[in-house]
C-alpha cells in the first residue's frame, strides 16, 4: 500500500499558486521553526528523525546540517540536488512539477538552520520546462516574505551524470568542468566556492517541513530499525504500470513491482539506477531499506525475455561513456569492462573473460575517486553471482563458434 508523505499535495495543490499551498499548511513549518526553535533544535529534530539522503549514499541529513552549521564562515550555501541525472529515475522531476513550493519552504528551513544566506537550486538540464515552475515558486514565496533570509538561485544542469555527483555538481555551479573532487575535506566543511555547503536531494528536503511540524517521533515511527520515513520510487522497464510510487521503508521489493507496478515475468530488477544492484526474482521479496538495497529509488524491471549480458553491456556503455575520466581506474576501468562485456554479448568471449571483469571490478571498487566508479560494477557483480551460468555458457558457445568456423 502507497504511504503519501513526500508526495502529499501532489495532485491536491495547483503548483503555479502560493495560495493553493497555503490553504494546505503551507509555510507553517518554517513559521514553526523560526518562531518557536532555534536552529540548533530544528537541527536536533532533523537528527533525532533518522532522515537519511534519498539521493543515493544515505547519508544522515542532520548530521551534515550539524556540521555545517557549527562552521565558522562568512558564507554558507545550500544546494538542492535536482540534477537527477540516474538512470531510471524520475521521481524528483514528479516532485518539481507537482510541488515546487514544500521543495522551496524546505530550502528556507535548511538555509536558515545553517545559516546559509544563499542557496541553488540545480535543475537537469533536460528539465528545461521546470525551470519557470520553480523560478514562479521562488518568485511567489520571495514576494510573500518567506525568503527574507535566504536568496534562492536556479541553476541549469550541465547535462552531465557526472553533475549529479555533489563535486562535480559544485565544478559545475563554479564553471569549471564536472570532475570529481577529492574528498575529504567533505562539504559541510569545505565545499561550494571553498565555503560550508550543505548538498541534498530533492525528496531529502521534501520530508523537512513534516519534521519539523509532526516532530522527529512522528516520522521515526515509519520504517525500520535504520531507514526511517518513506521513499518515493519510479519504477519503470518490463511493467504495465510505469509510474511514480511512494512506499514506507521495508516494504516488500514485490509490492512495488508486482502489486502496484504489474510486472509479470520477471527475470531481475535493478534497484538504485546504473550503477545499483541486480535483484533477481528468487529475491522478489527483498524489503526495500538502506539495510538491503536503495539508492537513488531507480526501479527497472527486465523480464525473462532479457538477456543479462546484452543489459549489462548497455548499462557499461553508458557508465565508461558517463565517466568524468579524472581517475584512471574509473576511466580506463569502465572502458575495459565494455570491451570485455561487449565481445561477450557478440558471442566473441573468452575464457579468462570472467575473472578479468572481477579483477578489475574489484580495482574499481576499492580505487575510484568517486561514487561512480566505486560503484559502477556493482550490476556486473551482482549478474556474475546471481547469473554466472549465462556468462559462463557465453563463454562455451564462444569458444565452440571459434574452433569451428
Ligand atoms: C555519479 C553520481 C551521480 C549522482 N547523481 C545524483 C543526482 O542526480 N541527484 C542527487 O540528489 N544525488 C546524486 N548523487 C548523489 C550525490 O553525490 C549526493 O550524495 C547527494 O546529492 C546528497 O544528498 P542527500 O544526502 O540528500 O542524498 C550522485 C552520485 C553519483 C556518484
Not at 519557470?132 to 534562492?152: E, M, P, S, T, V
Not at 577529492?182 to 541534498?200: A, D, E, M, R, S
Not at 557508465?319 to 570491451?339: N, V, Y
Not at 557478440?346 to 575510484?368: C, N, P
Request: net charge neutral; with cysteine.
Amino acid at each position: 500500500m502507497q504511504k503519501r508523505i513526500v508526495l502529499k499535495n501532489c495532485g491536491l495543490i495547483d503548483s503555479k499558486s502560493i495560495d493553493s499551498y497555503l490553504r494546505r499548511g503551507g509555510f507553517a513549518a518554517l513559521e514553526k521553526a523560526q518562531k518557536f526553535m532555534t536552529p540548533e533544535q530544528a537541527i536536533e529534530e532533523v537528527s533525532a528523525s533518522g532522515l537519511l539522503g534519498r539521493g543515493g549514499a544515505g547519508f544522515p541529513c542532520g548530521l551534515k546540517w550539524k556540521i555545517a552549521r557549527e562552521q565558522r564562515s562568512d558564507e554558507k550555501y545550500i544546494i538542492c540536488n535536482a540534477d537527477e541525472g540516474e538512470v531510471g529515475t524520475f521521481k524528483d522531476r514528479y516532485i518539481l512539477e507537482n510541488d515546487p513550493f514544500t521543495l522551496i519552504e524546505a530550502i528556507a528551513i535548511s538555509g536558515w538552520a545553517i545559516g546559509a544566506g544563499k542557496a541553488f537550486i540545480y535543475l537537469r538540464a533536460e528539465y528545461h520546462r521546470l525551470f519557470d515552475r520553480l523560478l514562479n515558486a521562488i518568485n511567489q514565496a520571495g514576494r510573500k516574505g518567506f525568503l527574507n533570509h535566504l536568496d534562492i538561485e536556479l541553476r541549469e544542469g550541465a547535462g552531465a551524470y557526472m553533475c549529479g555527483e555533489e563535486s562535480g555538481l559544485m565544478n559545475s555551479i563554479e564553471g569549471l568542468r564536472g570532475e570529481a573532487r577529492y574528498k575529504p575535506p567533505f562539504p559541510p566543511q569545505k565545499g561550494l566556492w571553498g565555503k560550508p555547503t550543505v548538498i541534498n536531494n530533492v525528496e531529502t528536503l521534501m520530508n523537512i517541513p513534516q519534521i519539523i511540524l509532526n516532530g522527529s517521533s512522528w516520522f521515526k515511527a515509519m520504517g525500520t530499525a535504520r531507514s526511517k520515513g518513506t521513499k518515493v520510487f519510479s519504477v519503470s522497464g518490463d511493467v504495465e504500470k510505469p509510474g511514480v510510487y511512494e512506499l514506507e521503508l521495508g516494504s516488500r521489493l514485490s509490492e512495488l513491482v508486482c502489486d502496484l507496478a504489474s510486472a509479470r515475468e520477471i527475470k531481475m530488477v535493478q534497484v538504485g539506477g546504473a550503477c545499483g544492484r541486480i535483484i533477481p526474482v528468487e529475491l522478489i521479496d527483498t524489503p526495500l531499506a538502506y539495510e538491503t538495497v536503495l539508492g537513488s529509488g531507480a526501479v527497472t524491471v527486465f523480464n525473462q525475455t532479457r538477456d543479462v549480458i546484452d543489459v549489462m553491456h548497455r548499462n557499461m556503455k553508458f557508465l565508461a561513456e558517463e565517466s568524468c575520466g579524472r581517475c584512471t581506474p574509473c576511466r580506463d576501468g569502465s572502458e575495459a569492462m565494455l570491451e570485455i562485456l561487449g565481445r561477450l554479448a557478440r558471442g566473441e568471449g573468452a575464457g579468462e573473460d570472467i575473472g578479468a571483469l572481477e579483477d578489475l571490478s574489484s580495482v574499481m571498487t576499492l580505487s575510484a575517486l568517486c561514487g561512480l566508479g566505486q560503484t559502477a560494477p556493482m550490476p556486473v557483480l551482482d549478474t556474475l553471482k546471481y547469473f554466472r551460468k549465462e556468462y559462463e555458457s557465453r563463454v562455451e558457445q564462444s569458444i565452440f563458434l571459434r574452433t569451428i568456423g
